[in-house]
């Protein structure tokens, strides 16, 4: 079998469990491999429609497995959620419950609900598409180019280039990730720690709590409002954020209206490679 129809044989083997285990109907969920950038996989409702897109770069690489056997029931999981809300939503701890329920990574998928005790915790893609949270004096590290961390496990490597996100605040979890864009430079890398599986001081699990709204002159230094929204977008992307949160995030990150914030997304979508709304 090719990767791609390993990919597919696996989704309809997970249809199989959700429809059995979430009675749901998954017969006419799109299967697409035309995601670009550094998603993984994304789910996505259009309409009435489901579907599913896979990144057909990671088909080729050592992110093949990771795609298989844990994109697939991210994204499923994602789907049945979004047929199913009563189940749970975004990567909250009902969604993290299907995800398990259908073979995904059940401790990648009760990490995403932990965020650091004290500070901002940020949330990073690696470059084969794992993610893994960070307290605020790493991502600093990070950030000013004093540290790149590779993940233990074949799981890729995170540097000041990979996109991240806030996604909680004093033990808090952020109802919604606030996306920040990712540098652009490609400086090489000064130093190289390799990781330890990082040691969380002490962390809640937090109710979820209204996000904080990035104030853009902070948080985008020096950037184009076009740039700061597909930044946001292809984040958005690649944690399944609505459509309608994408465009609250831009504003909130640009000072757009709605309406201007709609037409941004509509003229750069086709630049960052995802579906005009
Ligand atoms: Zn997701």
Redesign the pocket.
């Known amino acids: 079998m090719t990767p791609r129809e390993q990919i597919i044989a696996k989704c309809q083997e997970v249809f199989a469990t959700a429809t059995r285990l979430y009675s749901v109907d998954l017969t006419a969920v799109g299967i697409h491999f035309d995601l670009v950038g550094r998603a993984a996989g994304y789910?996505c409702r259009r309409g009435t429609r489901y579907y599913m897109r896979f990144n057909n770069d990671m088909m080729k690489r050592e992110a093949f497995d990771h795609v298989l056997n844990n994109t697939v029931p991210?994204?499923i999981a994602?789907i049945v959620c979004m047929m199913n809300p009563s189940l749970g939503r975004s990567?909250n701890s009902g969604w993290a419950r299907v995800c398990a329920q259908l073979g995904g990574n059940a401790e990648r998928c009760h990490k995403e609900d932990v965020v650091y005790g004290k500070g901002t915790t940020y949330e990073y893609t690696s470059s084969t598409g794992h993610t893994h949270r960070f307290s605020q004096v790493i991502h600093r590290k990070i950030q000013a180019g004093l540290a790149t961390y590779t993940l233990k496990g074949g799981k890729g490597r995170i540097d000041r280039t990979s996109a991240h996100s806030v996604v909680g605040h004093q033990g808090r979890t952020l109802a919604e990730p606030i996306v920040k864009k990712a540098a652009t430079v490609t400086a090489p890398v000064q130093a190289v720690i390799p990781t330890a599986p990082v040691r969380l001081p002490t962390f809640h699990i937090g109710a979820p709590v209204a996000p904080v709204v990035a104030k853009p002159a902070t948080s985008f230094a020096g950037a184009s409002k076009a740039s700061i929204a597909r930044a946001i977008m292809l984040a958005g992307h690649t944690?399944?954020m609505s459509y309608e949160d994408v465009i609250t995030a831009i504003m909130a990150a640009t000072g757009h209206e709605r309406q201007l914030a709609r037409a941004t997304y509509k003229a750069n979508a086709p630049k960052v490679g995802i579906p005009v709304q």
Do not use: L, V
């Open positions: 789910a991210h994204e994602h990567h944690r399944g």
